[in-house]
């Protein structure tokens, strides 16, 4: 079974339209880096350095410093596809991202979207 186009999609083409999402709705690309750093540990020069490096999604999770464990308590629909019902790994993390970004430009708190109590 072929891979889902998105795995070897670089991570740095989809960043700038997470940003734009954001800040599209008064949220900042520092708030974005803030999620992203919370969900793989990847963050100020680590972050960059993967970007520059136009590292696909699969090798960005596989190899992200330090996934949170609180990542499973992301629930919800993104694209029609419950998050916490998907089986393949990546995509699951790949949804992770997208719910959290998602959840940041409805206005939610940033306390609640990093699962903290």
Known sequence: ???????TTSFASVYPLYIAKAEKKGRTKAEIDQIIAWLTGYRGEKLKAQL?????????????????????????????VRVEEISEPTMREIRYLDKLVDE???GKAMEKILRKP
């Not at 699969?58 to 919800?76: M, V, Y």
């Open 52 to 80: 520059e490096k136009q590292t696909d999604f699969e090798t960005f999770f596989a190899k992200a410093p330090r996934l949170n464990p609180s990542r499973t308590l992301i629930t919800g629909t993104v694209c029609g």
């Open 1 to 7: 079974m072929a891979k889902h186009r998105i795995y």
């Open 104 to 106: 940041l430009a409805k």
